[in-house]
């Protein structure tokens, strides 16, 4: 997380414009750009984006006047946000205590090995990005895996892996 | 309204005002107390923790600069216990980071080492986490070197509250969390930073430090930013 410095380049605003950079600036709109409409900001552009772009970043400290460097320090600080692309599917796997004693490290691990990818990255096709949640809060499901915003309950690897195959299409 | 009342610290009794913090307090009274992460005129956070203090009544140990003054309060500021926390509470910054005193250019001259002298501190009980940690020597002046970086935010609070130019900020959390310029960028790159190099000699440490620091050789004079926050205080 801390080795690799990023470039000015990298913040250069792609030349493309569509849909999600609009509904951003709408946002920023609706927000009158407020530098305390941050966190709600950076959501929508989560939402929008799968990740936070870093010209995005630098879009908003121009609009909203908020110094680079607490933006980066906002996105890095909370695990909401991402800085790389996500994924189009993704998959949660809860290592809470309650599913960890009832086996959610044998269900990361199948899931590891059958797409080879590794907790907190993305498959090189960026078809399914697997992440680990410290409880979902429902422990007498466990062990719990979402899937596209979709929890399963009392998962078994088997048919977690079957199911990854069958919705990301891989 | 601003009425002033007495508190105990040490068995002393002393004039507090409303709004003061305990270590504002001590300071007045000429009671020492140890600090890192504080410097006189930036706005307190409470990292370094070192500034620990009894207070009467408090099940909890808490950190002087940020604890605000109450009337009655009944103040420690010296006791086996704080002794000990404070012990342990140096020895954890340093296993944090990589901190080699023969080798760091602000050796007899780090605001840390002195404090560790100070607190007695002859070994360190934990086992250092030795994490892989940049040196940014892209700036003209100045280099950044996280291995001996404590995490103070003096750096932070002197570029947003006095310089103005808000180009340092605190990167993620715990173990990964790291000082960075604009959007983690090379220092040299950034746009913001004005050079003024004030965030330098308000390290405690080796980790800001002129390009052209030989080992050993550093001095840095803190108390020229002091004076200059006093000054804008003034201002008339």
């Known amino acids: ?170 | 309204m601003n009425a002033s009342f007495t508190i105990t610290i040490d068995n002393q009794s002393v004039e507090a005002t409303p709004g003061e913090s305990l270590l504002e307090v001590c300071r007045k009274a000429n009671i020492p107390l140890p600090v890192m992460c504080d410097f006189k005129g930036l706005s307190p956070v409470g990292a370094c923790r070192l500034c620990l203090v009894e207070i009467e009544g408090v099940p909890k140990l808490l950190p002087a600069c940020t604890t605000l003054v109450a009337p009655n309060q009944a103040v420690h500021t010296q006791s086996d216990k704080l002794r000990k926390y404070r012990r342990m509470i140096i020895e954890l910054i340093f296993s944090e980071r990589n901190h080699i005193c023969a080798i760091c250019v602000a050796n007899n001259n780090c605001e840390l080492q002195k404090m560790a002298y100070e607190l007695g501190m002859d070994h360190v009980r934990f086992p250092y986490l030795t994490p892989v940690c940049e040196v940014d020597a892209s700036h003209e002046k100045y280099v950044m070197d996280h291995n001996r970086c404590i995490l103070c935010t003096r750096c932070v609070r002197v570029c947003s509250e006095i310089e103005g130019a808000m180009t340092r900020d605190v990167m993620g959390r715990g173990f990964d969390a790291r000082i960075i310029t604009e959007f983690k960028q090379p220092w040299g790159d950034s746009t913001g930073c004005t050079s003024c190099g004030k965030c330098v000699q308000v390290c405690p440490t080796g980790a800001l430090t002129p390009n052209d620091a030989a080992q050993g050789r550093l001095k840095k004079n803190p108390e020229l930013v002091a004076l200059l926050i006093e000054k804008r205080e003034a201002k008339p």
């Not at chain 1, 809060?137 to 062990?143: A, E, F, Q, V």
């Open chain 1, 1 to 170: 997380m801390s080795s690799g410095l990023n470039r000015l380049t990298d913040l250069e605003k792609p030349a493309t414009e569509d849909a999600r950079l609009k509904r951003i600036q709408t946002a920023l709109k609706r927000y009158d750009a407020r530098p305390d409409a941050l966190i709600e900001i950076l959501h929508i552009v989560e939402e929008s984006y799968g990740y936070v772009p870093l010209w995005m970043m630098a879009l908003l400290a121009k609009e909203m006047k908020v110094p680079p460097s607490r933006i980066y320090g906002v996105v890095t600080f909370y695990h909401f946000f991402s800085l790389k692309p996500k994924g189009e599917h993704t998959c949660v796997v809860c290592t809470g205590t309650a599913c960890h004693v009832r086996g959610s490290q044998r269900v990361l691990n199948d899931i590891e090995d059958e797409f080879s990818v590794r907790a907190g990255e993305t498959t090189p096709d960026g078809k399914l990005g697997l992440q680990t949640a410290r409880c979902l809060g429902c422990c007498s499901l466990g062990p719990v895996t979402v899937i596209d915003n979709e929890i399963i309950p009392k998962s078994e690897p088997e048919k977690i892996v079957a199911l990854i195959h069958e919705k990301a299409g891989i």
